[in-house]
């Protein structure tokens, strides 16, 4: 009696296979998946093959709230995918993803993976699938069936598969009902599964920080046992999965979450040095902080930034050595920037891409002290102003710069020109030192050290 009442409120359950919920039960219509996923689907679907959109974007629409990314996952071979769709390709060695695209939208298509195999199952001639001794999956493409796929994923509310065709939520491992609890719980045993990838680890604290969810007392047990397996995933792996976790718009929360499960140390170098250290932690949770409020107001949030307010003690500790050396003002910040910089990307990897904005950064913190003629309005036109204005702001938040300074500059770019020329500070030296600059031929005037930024 109690069963059939759970059944007829939940939704029907096949026989050795997944609850299946009606559109009533769950409330997901087609209309709200991205059109690009459902050209996928109903591409799919037409050619006689399974196709569900999965994973976060089906948990996030049950919990309200609005997908970031719609991923979708078939029976469909990878090369049987390609074929289907002219814009699409093939990437990853580890796990083979399809990308399909449309316009300038991406959908990431995987095949139903088999069940995870024994860790004696290492040294196996298919090279499909590579299993490490201590259970760390290195390569696994196997195919499977959906539920062998179910059971494959993480957490339970991250092994939801939604049909648009029926608009139908497949549920194979209580998802829903945690998602409803607001609780993460790995699927299978804890601790074989965070063997196999490590990295499931910083998830479930990205996941409970970002779902607000608290963490299953199992899923939790073996966390800090393993903690060190994360020293062997890859410093690239490592940088875009904290990026993920400092840019989710909940960071404050996550670091937090990082400290309570003792994930802080030795993931992010960086992060412990600044944890660790009082007169730090103020200057990260304000960045922390800032940088949520900007992601939830839907303002851009960039990976750069971030790198700038981790390291900019390291590059602060670093100038000052460099200036104990006898450097000339500007080529001891230049090289303290490089140094701090090359010595990070060694520990974790991070592109290149991002040094030219992190240096800008860190460069015009001196310029903003610099209130006086001609300097304040050449600054207002540079293409960085807004970041390295936050920046400071951030700093001035902490203690760790001048909150008068920090309201000028904010002052100054809103104000006229009038305004702007009453703010400006008197010129440093004496009257006479001042008339001599002014006596300067164009050509020693232009013979100075270039200013930083």
Known sequence: MIRRLINKVLGKKTAAGP????????????????????????????????????????????????PKDFDVATDAT?????RLFRRSRVIGRRFQIVHVYCGPDLIEV??????????????????????????????????????????????TVNALYYDPEKQ?????????ADAQKKVLRMIGDPATRFREDPVRMLRAARFAAKL??????????????LAGMLARIPASRLFDEMMKLLLSGHAERGVKQLRAEGLHHGVLPMLDAILDDPSRQKFLHAALHDTDARIRQGQSASPAFMLA?????DMRRELERKRGQGLHEQSALYEAMDTVL???????????????????????????EQRSGARPFRLLSHPRLSACHDFLLIRAESGDASQELADWWSRFQDADEAERAEMLLPARGTDATRKRRKRRKPAEATSRAPEIG
């Open 110 to 155: 995987t095949t139903f993976r088999a069940a995870a195999p024994p860790v004696e199952d290492e040294g196996d001639e298919d090279e499909s699938r590579v299993t490490a001794a201590d259970g760390m999956l290195l390569r696994d493409n196997v195919f499977g069936s959906r539920e062998e796929d179910a059971a494959r994923r993480d957490f």
């Open 78 to 82: 990878p090369d049987e995918i390609r």
């Open 212 to 225: 607000d969810f608290h963490i299953d007392p199992a899923t939790r047990a073996p966390i800090a046992e």
């Open 168 to 176: 139908e939520v497949w549920d194979s491992h209580g998802g829903v």
């Open 19 to 66: 609850r299946i919920l009606p559109l009533d039960k769950h409330g997901i219509r087609r209309e709200q998946i991205h059109p690009c996923a459902l050209k996928v689907t109903d591409t799919l679907a037409r050619e006689g093959y399974a196709a569900f959109v999965v994973g976060g974007a089906v948990r996030d629409l049950l919990l309200g709230r609005e």
């Open 309 to 313: 307010c981790l390291l900019w003690f």
């Open 342 to 368: 090359e010595r990070q990307r060694r520990a974790l990897a991070f592109p290149r891409r991002f040094d030219g904005m992190i240096k800008e950064i860190w460069s015009l913190q001196g310029r903003f």
